[in-house]
């Protein structure tokens, strides 16, 4: 079966998106990994509050970012973000339990804060792409002015 160039299209903007979420992660993950070092090392938290406020803090600024540039959506966004809130009902209490688990077990921190933002960035890349954007994509005012002949 050949690639139609709506496929082609398609893939093309899939992979634009990731590069986005990619780099909005990133200054994300600055975020996540500086209040948790703040909270880790100035406040005498365990693990486990240090690592949850850190990534609240970190989520808040990376749905924002990238439903307004990276996916574009003009989505009803107390909808999206409880979708999302859904997402972190099961990562939040999981990672959680197994940064605390490891680093009980004499891991280092920043390390399990390493592969614990990692596992994160890969899981919701694919939930926010294939689940709370799927249908919004391209459709908020970034996105028209793009589309729009003598706009962009």
């Known amino acids: 079966m050949k690639n139609t160039n709506s496929e082609k299209s398609s893939t093309r903007e899939t992979v634009v998106q990731f590069l986005k979420f990619t780099m909005f992660s990133v200054s994300a993950g600055v975020i996540q ?6 909270l880790n090392e100035f406040t005498g ?5 240090s690592y949850l406020i850190a990534l609240i803090l970190s989520v808040v600024y990376n749905f924002t970012v ?13 909808l999206a973000m409880i979708q ?13 339990w197994w940064g605390d688990a ?15 933002m990692l596992t994160n960035f890969v899981t919701e890349f694919l939930f926010t ?19 729009t002949p003598g706009l962009a």
Do not use: D, H, Q
């Open 129 to 147: 792409r294939f689940v709370v954007f799927r249908k919004s994509i391209n459709t908020n005012n970034l996105a028209k002015k793009k589309n």
């Open 84 to 96: 999302v809130l859904g997402y972190y009902a099961v990562f939040t209490p999981l990672s959680t």
């Open 45 to 49: 938290f365990p693990y486990w509050p």
């Open 66 to 78: 990238n439903r307004r540039f990276t996916f574009k959506s003009a989505c009803n966004v107390p």
């Open 102 to 116: 490891l680093t009980n077990a004499g891991l280092n921190e920043y390390i399990v804060l390493a592969g614990t």
């Open 33 to 38: 990994a500086i209040s948790f070092t703040l």
